[in-house]
């Protein structure tokens, strides 16, 4: 398009791709390009909150050795390493360094401290020395309010960029089978079809259905073994369709009725079921879900991530209904690639750029359910952070402004942050301002 | 376009279904067992339900039909696992079958452990010491929960442990026995095979979900666990308020969006533009529950301003009179509705904005202008009837956003609505009541898109089904 264009006007901008011209109109618009530095500069803290708000010191010298316990913390968990025998009791601050580096707030999140209990910012506390002021003020059990937020600040990532990623697994995916197919492009022969959905009732039967204790022992292990679980029973699944189409390929060819191709509705199936989904309102089915299960984070970002996936899905739709049309599509398969390598390496690539739109807005709106279901204390277990859950405390003591004011702020502006640079890559997106 | 109504009204019925499924599935997999729950009785106490009342109860209940019009199962699976009694004895039989195959030896082997639990309770109090009777009947009821071979063993041995051979005790140490030899049978004669076989199992209408659903649609929701009174009474009680404020907050919301909208597309690019889009902005990014949060804390609270009460609708005094009654409502009502309205209505401002801005683009708004027809008939007459269109459809997107922002305020300010009751139930694991709430607030917005769709046809008759 106007790529083309500019080649012919202009050497210069010979290697101007799509991309480059976007971030330049992107550049433009001010307020959403520091945005996308705050938030840069927010996912730095959320990657560092280990290092920026912890009870151990960064570096510290004891009884004549040298140690980085947070580092010393990741070995730790992943089993690399143990505690010596001096770190395993007693608290870290109380212990007799000879040299310490500690970090800029020295408190985990859960950590207690019975001296200043609902504390404010502006009180006076009772502490060793200024860096242990608990500068945005405690809890009723002391806990500190500033660590919290920077912890919060990598929930609140980490539920935004998980849900969206699960999203947006299943929505380019649906959304681009529905687009590029439509009503009429996918053909299968009778046989195939025939055999298909016995394949897929027999995959879900040998995938899920046989192996549903051991998925649910998984889960009850721990979520990572679930995902492994989850993810085996979808190779079996794929499996069998795949042996299911050999088989039909091959009976094809010697039963000449079974060969006859039909259209599979694909488009008429995934949009009904993309409306079938924005029926529920998004708040009450997520309500309903997390009602029945366990708590559990991840269950969090799973279940707003597998229900956030329909505007992705319309708007790549939308975006393949046209690419389909365009020449080099229709020159791909004219040179006989197969029409999945058409789809994933021609067709998709070419009509992400909206579905980066849907996945700014879609981080602010997953941030903002997971804040609301942690401020009702449903899905997030007791022990995590949440910055929805300092939100609440304020209900519960309402003299403690600062538990109203912080952590509702900090909801706020990471709101606000996603919500500008999804307005800013609308905005460059968009091809009505190129004219 | 008649045609298109009647396309649009049949695909209506479908898509309910579907919904009517997904809940069913919510409800069923559910925790604990609805006729405990029902009961009111706690299924780990002292005193369990007698199997006749629960049988009684289950009937009730329609939970002895088989769940779905079909299933697909193993061939290990009897088709008539739903008719044991508890669903917690389901779950363990579920659990033998899947690993031994062999329903027969395990059916053997459950009735087994049945009839132990009957006996426990004709041991004669004298006859063991205490401590080992209250041992041996924990250790009964456990079987019925454990599926581990481990587990099951362990059992066996602390029953062994306790049971001395006294002549009253004879036939509990018979049965023990029995039970032993039938789960021995069990886990040495398996037949794994037949839990890899699929098979399919058709049961007619007469199942769960078809009597589930064919109630709902006559407005039988059943009974709340809580109350255990009728669901529909209860939501009679509450729809009104939650139905008043989200009608009150609606026409607020056009009322103001739309002359907003429009005065900052005419006034684009000026100072008062910005302005208000910025605030707009604001508004829009405004965690509702973070606002409301922010005015219960600082205007309801002694310890700040005290301007407000901070939860319910007021009680007016039963003799007060209508504008008594309205003065007291509406003071308890003016934060609520506030923080209901604004999102949406920075939100629909925002779209106003948007479309009219690009129909004054558009060539006949200009034509308009040129040949000298006054700015303000170009906005009120020739422009608002297109850029109001989008505005229209937005009507249903505002409907499933009213029933999210009525669970936020109601829950914020303890108004006795739907989102508040959906609340409750949550917290209280009040399952039928969560269920009904979700098709509820499904078809309330499926009704909404249907209305809108029709309406959007009625204006534009551009608009074909494809």
Redesign the interface.
Known sequence: MFGKKKKSVQNKEEKQSYWSYVARQFKKNKRALYSLYVVMFLAVIALLADFIANEKPIVCKYEGKVYMPVFKQYAVSLGLAKWPTAFKNGDWKDKQYDFVVWPPVPYLPNNLDYKSRWVGPFDKQDVKSKIWRHWLGSDDLGRDVLSGMIHGTRIAFMVGIIAMGIACIIGIFLGACAGYFGDTGLELSRGGLMLNIIGILLGFFYGFYSRSYIMSDAFGVSFGKAIGAFFIGILIFLGILIIVNLISALLNKFIPFLAKRVAFPVDIAITRLIEVINSIPLLVLILAIVAIAKPSIFLVMAVIGTVRWTGIARFIRAELLRVRRLEYIEAANALGFSQMRTMFKHAIPNSLSPVFIAVAFGIASAILIESFLSFLGLGVPAETITWGKMLAISRTNPSAWWFAIFPGLAIFITVTLFNLIGEGLTDALDPRLKQ | MFKYILKRIL?FI??LL??SV??FL?NM???GDPVYSIAGIDPNSSKPLSPGAYNAIKKELGLDLPTFYFT???KAYPDTLHRIPKKEHQATLS?LI?SYGNWDEIRAYHKSVEKMEVAVLDIPRDSLNPKALIKIKEKVRDLYREYKDDKIQKNFEITDKFITSTPSTMVMKDLIDETKANYAAMVNNPTKWK??V?TFNWYGYKNQYHTWFSKFIRFDFGKSYQSKRPISEEIGERIFWTMLISFISIILTYVIAIPLGVFSARKKDTTADSVVTTIL??L????S??IA??L???LC?P??LNWFPPYGIGDPPSDAGFFETFRIRSYHLILPLFCWTYGSLAFLSRQMRGGMLSVLRQDYVRTARAKGVEERKVIWKHSIRNSLLPVITLFGNIF??M??GS??IE?LFSLPGMGQY??QA??A?N?PV??T??MM??LL??IG?LVVDILYAVVDPRITFD
Not at chain 2, 284 to 287: C, I, K, T
């Open positions: 695909i479908p898509t579907v919904i997904m809940v919510l997999y559910a925790p697909m199962s193993s659990r899947n839990t890899k699929p902005f604001i829009y990014s405004l965690p529950f973070w949060t922010l219960i804390v600082f609270q310890e700040y499933p956003l029933i999210s669970i936020v829950i959906l609340y949550i917290v694991q399952f969560v269920s709430i979700v607030a499904a917005t499926m898109y």
